[in-house]
C-alpha cells in the first residue's frame, strides 16, 4: 500500500466536511476475552529501521455547558484553572467545551495547535436538529500538527436526558506524530467523541445507532490508518446492553480498549476511555492509564468537573 503525505491526508479529510449522514454498519458479538483482537497492536521490534517517538493525551469532559444549569458545576471558576493543567500533555481532546467558556479554557493553553471551535447550532446544524441551543462542545489542543477538524453529530438523540438540546457527535482530524519528516511523515487518525447520556431504552437505542454510524464512517475514512479515539461513552461493560455494544463495535472495527493493554486497575471500565488501532505504516502502542484525580482539582482539592480527566502515554513506530 503506498502511504499518503500528511498534506494528502488532510486533503481528505478537509473534503469529508460536507459528509454528515452515515449508514448503520452490521456489528458481530464478542466475548470480554475478545475485547482486544490479535490485529489491534503488533510487538515492537527495537531492531527495525524507521521512525519511532512517543506522545501524551488527554480526554477530558470539562462541564461546560452555561453557568447555572447545573448546580453542582461551576465553570466560570473552574476553567481558567484548567487552563494551565493542560499543557502538561501533547494531544488533548475535550467534550463539553460547547463555547460559553472556550476563551477562558484556552486562556493559558500553550498548545500551537487547536481546533477551530463550533459555531454553534445556529450556525452549523448539518442534520438541521430544531431542538439544538448548542454545538457538538468537542475541541482538539495540540503539540503535534493537526489537520481540520471534520464534525459528525449524531443522526438520532434521546429526550430523557436533555442530549437533543445539542448537536453530540463525534469529530476527527489528521495527526502528524513526527513534523520533523514533512509532508511524508507517519500520521493517524485522531477522534474525539461524546455519546448519547441516559438509561432508558431509547438511550440505548441512540448509543447502539450511534456505534454503528462511527463504525461505518470509520470503515469509509480511516479504513488502512491507526486510530486513536478518546471521549465520554457513557457505555459500561458490566451493564447491559452497553457490555454488548462495546464489544460488538470494538469486533466490527478492530479497534482495542487502552485497558485490554494496560492494566487498568480498578478503574478498567470507566466511562472515559480510549480506543486504538495500528494501521498503515503506524504501530501503536498505550504504556499508561492514569485518571488524573489529584492534578484536575481546585484549591480546596475539590474535582473541576464531574468526570476526571484521562491521561494516557502511547509508544509508536511508523517503518
Known sequence: ?????????????????????????????SSDA??????????????????????????????????GINADQHPEQNQPIMSPLLNDYDVVVLQEDFGSYTDLLRADAEHEYQSERHPGATALNPINRESALVGDGLNVLSTLPIGPLVRVPWQTCAPAAADCLALKGFATTVLALDPAAGDDGPTLDLYDLH?????????????GDDLDDLATYLDEHSADDAVII?????????????????????????????????????????????FFRRGGAVDLTPVSHTFEREVFVDAAGAPLSDHDALHVDWEWTAS
Do not use: K
Open 1 to 29: 500500500m503506498t502511504r499518503r503525505t500528511t498534506g494528502e491526508r488532510i486533503a481528505v479529510v478537509a473534503a469529508a466536511l460536507a459528509l454528515t449522514a452515515v449508514s448503520a454498519a452490521a456489528c458481530s458479538s
Open 34 to 67: 475478545e475485547r482486544a483482537g490479535d490485529t489491534t497492536t503488533s510487538v515492537v521490534d527495537a531492531e527495525a529501521p524507521g521512525l519511532a517517538g512517543n506522545f501524551s493525551s488527554l480526554t477530558y469532559n470539562v462541564a461546560g455547558l452555561p453557568q
Open 195 to 207: 455519546m448519547e447520556a441516559g438509561s432508558e431504552e431509547a438511550d440505548n437505542g441512540a448509543r
Open 230 to 274: 478518546g471521549g465520554d461513552w457513557h457505555l459500561s461493560y458490566h451493564e447491559e446492553p452497553d457490555g454488548t455494544q462495546l464489544r460488538d463495535f470494538l469486533a466490527a472495527t478492530g479497534l482495542a480498549d487502552v485497558c485490554d493493554v494496560v492494566d487498568c486497575g480498578a478503574d478498567d471500565d470507566v466511562i472515559d476511555r480510549f
